[in-house]
């Protein structure tokens, strides 16, 4: 579901990351950004909103663009995401930009929109198809799922094929190569399913909901601990409690959480479930340094199939 505290959002660096002429040059090591570019730095650019997306669009694009990531240090909190000018420098200069969308990461339009980009804006939320159910909201983290990587791998290809056409067949083989390795990752997946298939699970937030229904396990979280988890607000006290009641009664077989983003509360129903001796599989929202997309996702899903006994 989509958050209300607007995931990733600017804090109030953003007014200076939009008035360039009056605010020096930041320091996006500060905030969890970094540049990963090629030695194509002056040619065909491409600007990801996080490292996630940073990683398809250097699997696609090889040496023959540079490739810089917003957000990239696994260790920062992306909901707390500070803009610097640098950012904007970034974006002005892109050939191509890919964003989640879905409400994950405004600041890119406003970043986009400041920068007075030309680029040609692949959302990653659009790409998917996806639509909120008509009972609830949308699951906006759609990297989880691999179906959704895979469409976005193809839009990439063909828009740097169309800005370079002399590197078609590089980024045409490159994107050959990355789909085989998503192969390797739903492999993994329908492996695993007849083990996971209905096992009961829990989560701090519905980050990895796309790949949990992907092994068929059955998510019990109250909903409204997981919203307000998200929207960063209390959980009701009722509900907190029928939440930790999911450990100690042996409801759930693990417990999912976003390591990220973490509070009181969270670490209160992390504690129940060490202390009743329920699997705790943390995930992230960034690729932990020295990663990529498909080892990545890998591991999430031999770390979750283990929990749950697959």
């Not at 192969?183 to 329908?190: E, F």
């Amino acid at each position: 579901m989509p958050s209300r505290r607007r995931p990733l959002a600017l804090a109030a660096t953003l007014t200076c990351a939009l008035a360039l002429a009056a605010c020096g040059g930041g320091d996006d090591a500060a905030t969890g950004s970094a540049s990963a570019a090629s030695p194509a730095a002056d040619g065909l650019s491409v600007v990801a909103s996080t490292n996630v997306y940073g990683s398809i669009a250097s699997a696609i694009a090889g040496d023959a663009a540079s490739v810089t990531s917003i957000i990239s240090d696994p260790s920062a909190d992306p909901h707390s995401y500070e803009a610097s000018t640098r950012t904007q420098l970034e974006l002005s200069r892109a050939d191509v930009v890919i964003e989640n969308g879905g409400g994950y990461d405004d600041f890119m339009e406003q970043l986009l929109s400041a920068a007075d980009s030309k680029a040609v804006v692949l959302d990653a939320v659009e790409v998917s198809g996806k639509q909120a159910p008509a009972d609830g909201e949308l699951n906006e983290h759609v990297w989880y799922d691999v179906a959704t990587v895979r469409a976005l791998a193809e839009r990439v290809e063909a828009e740097l094929a169309q800005a370079a056409p002399d590197d078609a067949a590089t980024f045409a083989a490159n994107l050959a190569t990355f789909q085989t390795s998503l192969d390797g990752v739903q492999q993994r997946i329908d492996a695993a399913r007849p083990r996971t298939q209905d096992q009961p699970v829990a989560v701090t937030e519905p980050v990895p909901g796309y790949l949990l229904d992907a092994l068929g396990a059955r998510n019990v979280t109250p909903e409204e601990f997981s919203e307000a988890v998200e929207e960063e607000s209390d959980v009701p006290v009722d509900v907190l409690q029928e939440t930790l009641a999911l450990f100690s009664g042996g409801q759930v077989r693990a417990l999912v959480h976003n390591e990220q983003t973490t509070g009181p509360q969270t670490e209160q129903v992390l504690r129940a479930a060490q202390e009743n001796g329920v699997a705790v599989v943390p995930v992230t929202e960034t690729l932990p340094e020295g990663e990529d997309y498909a080892t990545w996702m890998s591991a999430n899903v031999d770390a979750v199939a283990a929990a749950l006994g697959a």
